[in-house]
Structure formats: C-alpha cells, structure tokens
C-alpha cells in the first residue's frame, strides 16, 4: 500500500517562528499536497506540486510556501507563524491520471499545529 | 467543479446496509463523482469513483442515476470502523488531482 508520511503528528510553536513540516511519500507520485482542515470549513488546499521544483498555488496559499527538491518529499513552510495557522495540516499524494479519471489521493494521517 | 449536496449526518445498525445520497444536479458530462471518508483523526481515504456506470469495489457500491444528477454510496454490511465522514466530490479527472471537499455527512453505525 502507498505510504505518506508527515514527521510530527503534534507540533507546538511560538508566533513568528518559522516552521518546517514534512511529507514524504514512497510510491514515487508525481502529484504531492498540502491541505489545511479546520472544524467547520472542511478541507482546502494550500499549495500543490506536480512535479520536482514545480508547485502551484491552491486555494489558501497566502502565509505558507513550498519546497519540492525530491520527487518523494514535499514541504510545507511557515515563514512567520501566526495564531490563526492553528490547523490540521494534511499531506497527501496522487499518481498521474489515466483515461478515465483513476488518480486516487493517498494522505498521510496529519500534524495537529498548534500556535501560541 | 460542481456543487454537491449531502445530509449532515446519517445513522446506521451494524450489519445493515449504508446508503449515502449525494445530490450533483449541476454536473457536467465530462465530471467523475468521486467517494473519500475520513475517519477520526486520520487523513481522508479514496473509496470509489464512477461516471455514468454503477461501481463495485471491495469497500463499496456507487449508484449513480441515469440523469447523473445523484448518487449513493452504498456500504453492504456496515460495521463499527465505517463510523467516518463521507465525502462526495464531482470534478473533471485533470492532471493535477486537485480535489475540493465539502462538509460531507457524518456516518454513525450503532450496535
């Protein structure tokens, strides 16, 4: 089965801090995300990478950026963290599609923030 | 992508069979309906995806309407570890796979 694995299930930063979380994947995806989920708003994308050094701007990308060096390792990064980035983040991953829309997404189990 | 509809919340006897409906009365032809759950404090899990035929895979039915308008998830023979949020989800099959979940329905199976 695909794995995706985020670092840390729980993190705990000071505001301002930057913060690194991580997402690898082994299943050698093209497609690597970062979604944020909060109670009552769901899921929502923050940034998405189709390819090694590629990325692209999701719904929510504002306060966050992206670092895809390797084809199996997906960065989120918060260069300046804020109370209100006190989420859910979830990594997930997708192979390319074929004719009849089979990617599937594969995510990792999530890294609870929190920022005081 | 088009909007979907889905009730909030839904119960369940364990051991009978879960029907979730989702409404997509907007969809257009080239869309796929795509099914996820999450359960509790894990990340979403892929659990089927059809067009205009009925699906059947080792975690579930999908039924969708000759119209396409709707659908229903159908879990045959529900159990305790179904207990999940489900998530229905139309969109074009694009390179990228970005997918826009909605609020879903809560999915309670009692003994």
């Known amino acids: 089965d695909v794995k995706v694995t985020q670092s840390s299930r729980y993190l705990v930063k000071r505001t301002g801090e930057k913060v690194f979380l991580e997402c690898v994947q082994d299943m050698d995806h093209e497609n690597m995300f970062w979604y944020r989920q909060d109670p009552g708003l769901g899921l929502r994308l923050i940034y998405f990478?189709?390819?090694?050094?590629?990325?692209e701007k999701g719904d929510i990308p504002e306060g966050y950026s992206v670092s895809r060096e390797k084809k199996e390792r997906f960065s989120l990064i918060l260069e300046s963290a804020s109370t209100n980035q006190t989420s859910m983040y979830l990594c997930?991953?997708?192979?390319?599609?074929?004719?009849?829309?089979?990617?599937?997404?594969?995510f990792g189990s999530g890294t609870q923030l929190s920022v005081l | 992508d088009a909007k979907t509809t889905q009730p909030t919340s839904m119960d369940c006897a364990e051991g009978r069979a879960a029907n979730l409906p989702c409404n997509h009365s907007t969809i257009s032809g080239n869309e796929y309906v795509y099914w996820y759950r999450q359960i509790h404090s894990q990340g979403p899990q892929y659990i089927i995806h059809?067009?205009?035929n009925n699906e059947t895979n080792e975690m579930a039915s999908l039924i969708i309407t000759e119209d396409r308008k709707s659908s229903t998830l159908i879990l045959p023979h529900a159990t305790l570890r179904d207990t999940a949020v489900y998530y229905c989800?139309?969109?074009?099959?694009?390179?990228?796979?970005?997918?826009?979940f909605g609020q879903g329905t809560i999915l309670t199976v009692h003994p």
């Open positions: 990478s189709y390819d090694v050094k590629m990325k």
């Open positions: 989800i139309v969109r074009v099959a694009l390179r990228y796979g970005k997918l826009t």
């Open positions: 997930a991953s997708s192979n390319l599609p074929s004719l009849g829309g089979r990617e599937k997404l594969f």
């Open positions: 059809g067009l205009k």
